[in-house]
């Protein structure tokens, strides 16, 4: 027995002595912005349910350092200006955000695998197609080779979560068969499809798959109005209903009200018209007083982020959204552009 043991022996001692706890990993972000000076730097966590949480530290010559928190989807996201978002990976270890205030659209935000894969994708597809895209080509030929090359990135990272994220917001945003969304969430790892956003796809995916189709009717719903009461869709058949999709947060939405007021007047015999509002359930009073400065004496409903039934099932991914339904509820259009919307009511209805 070595000196040691015996001493341990002697003394009523275990040899199997218990090794230090480690100590749990964190999430140390390191940021280095040119330009940043001493401002403060905020981080916000969000979720899909409207919740947000903000942390702020402050830098000193042009650095930061902040140590990260879980968050639902496995996202935070960085502030530096106004309006302005970089979505970080939560993810143990050291990572680092480096670039300049004078193109926050481009930190890169590196150190661990989910965020350099995020950065590598932003340099190779974003900035190759909004940043300098071809002059030679249309700007639906740039959407379109902006989705390919989004497309053949995921399938190249099947392992890494901002696969499933940009996979997600392929589904939101891009018109692509389901079928080859669901082959293409069929090769991502089983953990990524498990995470928040391959969950969120499989919900997608259901989504697409039971639209509201043209020429169908369209789900039936029943929703609060300005003073709390239920009201359902099925209240206005036998006439035509144009449903206005906005809210009180959306520029171009406001911007149409006028124009939505002068074709609800001119068909207003033939016609209702019914506001579906996305708001936050701290917004209410921002709502009602868009309503009233903007003189919205029409039905006006609203559904919070929490609470999304209506405008998910119906697909509204932009605002404002118009949907045109004949008097028995049947889809006849979806469109946002108000222009177009007239040119079908021109041939559905005749002015009174």
Same mark, same amino acid.
């Given at each position: ?27 140390? !972000? ?11 730097? !905020? ?16 830098? !000193? ?30 993810? @143990? ?78 589904? +939101?945003?891009? &018109? ?13 790892? @089983? ?27 369209? @789900? ?20 035509? %209903? ?28 033939? +016609? ?32 919070? @982020? &929490?609470?999304?039934? %209506? ?29 177009? +919307? ?11």
């Amino acid at each position: 027995m070595s000196p040691s043991a015996i001493l341990l022996a002697l003394l009523g001692l275990s040899l199997a002595l218990p090794s230090a706890a480690p100590k749990p990993a964190t999430c140390q !972000v390191t940021g280095t912005i040119k330009g940043l000076g001493t401002k403060p730097v !905020v981080f916000l966590y969000a979720d899909h349910n409207g919740h947000e949480e903000y942390d702020t530290v402050q830098a !000193v010559n042009d650095r930061f350092t902040y140590t990260a928190h879980p968050n639902v989807d496995g996202l935070f996201n960085l502030k530096l200006v106004p309006g302005q978002y970089t979505p970080i990976w939560y993810e @143990p270890g050291n990572i680092t955000v480096t670039g300049s205030m004078t193109e926050l659209d481009y930190l890169q935000v590196r150190g661990t695998p989910d965020n350099d894969a995020l950065t590598n994708y932003n340099q190779l597809i974003e900035e190759r197609f909004v940043r300098h895209p071809s002059k030679a080509d249309s700007a639906v030929d740039v959407r379109l080779a902006r989705q390919q090359a989004s497309l053949a990135f995921v399938r190249a990272h099947p392992t890494t979560r901002t696969s499933a994220y940009l996979l997600y917001w392929q589904t +939101m945003y891009n &018109s692509k068969p389901r079928a080859e969304y669901q082959q293409l969430l069929s090769t991502l790892a @089983p953990a990524v499809q498990a995470s928040f956003y391959g969950k969120d796809i499989v919900r997608r995916l259901v989504i697409l798959r039971d639209l509201p189709q043209v020429g169908h009717p369209v @789900p039936a719903f029943a929703m609060p109005d300005t003073a709390g009461a239920a009201v359902s869709l099925a209240q206005f058949k036998g006439q035509y %209903v144009l449903l206005d999709f906005w809210g009180h947060w959306c520029g171009p939405c406001i911007r149409a009200m006028p124009h939505l007021k002068e074709l609800r007047k001119q068909y207003s015999r033939q +016609m209702t018209v019914v506001g579906v509002a996305l708001e936050n359930p701290d917004d209410k009073k921002l709502w009602l007083q868009a309503i009233r400065k903007n003189q919205l004496d029409w039905t006006q409903l609203s559904e919070s @982020p &929490s609470n999304i039934g %209506v405008t998910e099932q119906y697909d509204i991914t932009a605002f404002p959204t118009y949907m045109l339904l004949d008097q028995q509820g049947v889809l006849l259009m979806k469109t946002n552009d108000l222009n177009s +919307m007239e040119e079908k009511l021109k041939t559905l209805v005749a002015t009174p």
